[in-house]
């Protein structure tokens, strides 16, 4: 019986799990710990909560146990957590990697202006940007994470896009005294309150982030003013671009890890534009029957419009992202821990 409910615990994944663990803790409970969570993964625990079905008492016990014990071996508790996030994240990264990542979480926490942006609606944001010098917006952009970025660039003119982007790419850090004041301006019009002391910002990476979640036209467009502007930035970008076809580039636990969380009628539509090396991969991560009904499907499929296929390639990419963002995946090229 232990076994079997362990055995349905472990279909469960990480986010389904922290998500039932909330709803067996109550209400108040819940809300404390969803207000340290940043906005997407709310949206990820709340959505995991609205899918839950069949879950026993007996899982429920199983999964607070294990929370139990995880607590009691939890390494962290009663030492300097700062130091301690600070020597984990640099043994797993490395020092370099590490650096902006932990600027972020350490010093970034005490934002409340600029913070408020990201519960924002991309329009609005955008909105907000209109009349501000493209070095503020970019550093905004920065603070944001790639998909909302992408989508406020998105309403934002024309004409300041590249720039925006080239600015992202170029931006490597910010005095505290200034981001401070931002803050406290983003906090006057958003009636918050507080301030901010992180400094590490931007640069090609986060550049390359944004574009990745962008439409393939608008994407290309940028690219091309980019390249008109400064063709060695430019490559540096695209260099770190992740595209559809780098999927390929994913192990095969990862693999069958993203096929969970694609739909199939996503999957059939991505594959139009797909090379032959991505679908053998994919079809070897399937099962037999599975693989066959793909490629019965993409036979028989009619044609589709490219801005569907790219649209349905993009989505499949954010969950990609997604999964490495979580630590469920590692996307292609990635260094190997150690």
Known sequence: MAEDTAADLARLDGTQQAALFLLSVGQDRAASVLTHMSPKEVQMIGAAMAELRNITSNMVK??????????????ALGIDSDEYIRVMLTRALGSDRAGNVIDR????RNSKGLDQLKWMDARAIADLLRQEHPQICAIIMSLLDGDQAAETLSYLPDRSRADIVMRVATLQSVQPNALMELDEIMERQLS?????????????ETAANILNFLDSALEATILEQITDS????????????FVF?????IDDR???TLLRE??????????RGADESLKQKIFNNMSRRAAEMLRDDLEAAPPARLSDVESAQKDILAIARRLADSGEIRLGGADELI
Not at 70 to 75: I, K
Request: hydrophobic share 45%; glycine share 14%; charged share 20%.
């Open 254 to 256: 990862g693999m069958q």
């Open 262 to 271: 694609v739909s199939t009628d996503s999957l059939l539509l991505a594959l």
């Open 62 to 75: 199983e999964l607070l146990g294990r929370f139990v014990v995880d607590l009691r071996n939890q390494t």
């Open 245 to 249: 076809g780098d999927l390929a580039e």
């Open 105 to 108: 979480i350490l010093l970034g």
């Open 230 to 241: 400064n063709a060695d930035l430019s490559q540096k970008i695209q260099d770190k671009m």
């Open 192 to 204: 918050g309150s507080g301030g901010i002391k992180t400094s590490a910002l931007g640069g090609v």
